[in-house]
Nanobody, 124 residues
Framework: QVQLIESGGGSVQAWGSLRLSCAVS????????MGWFRQAPGKEREFVAGIDWSGSITYYGDSVKGRFAISRRNADNTVSLQMISLKPEDTAVYYC?????????????????WGPGTQVTVSS
């Protein structure tokens, strides 16, 4: 059974930083792409960042480019999201997701496995 557990969420003031981590178990982590999504109240789930199986290809949502960085450590079965220059509009529940294959997808449907989410709140 594939399990994903996020950690590192919390409350921060605008222009602050946070680092989210996701631990994955139950599958061969290094074979699959990973992604981060977020969902704010009343809004659709939004693609934030994705990384391919090797860690050499990354994609970002337009609203976070230049501020967020995704990385992975296949030896530890973990994927991380470093967030800097946070804005109040970054407030959301952040979800870690594991893809069905090695390549990055930007749609939620590309990811069959999800963590429970971690809250990030940015105050002005």
């Amino acid at each position: 059974q594939v399990q994903l557990i996020e950690s590192g969420g919390g409350s921060v003031q605008a222009w602050g930083s946070l680092r989210l981590s996701c631990a994955v178990s139950g599958r061969t982590f290094s074979w699959y792409a990973m992604g981060w999504f977020r969902q704010a109240p009343g809004k659709e789930r939004e693609f934030v960042a994705g990384i391919d199986w090797s860690g050499s290809i990354t994609y970002y949502g337009d609203s976070v480019k230049g501020r967020f960085a995704i990385s992975r450590r296949n030896a530890d079965n973990t994927v991380s999201l470093q967030m800097i220059s946070l804005k109040p509009e970054d407030t959301a529940v952040y979800y870690c997701a594991a893809a069905a294959g090695p390549s990055v997808g930007k749609r939620a449907g590309d990811y069959p496995y999800w963590g429970p989410g971690t809250q990030v709140t940015v105050s002005s």
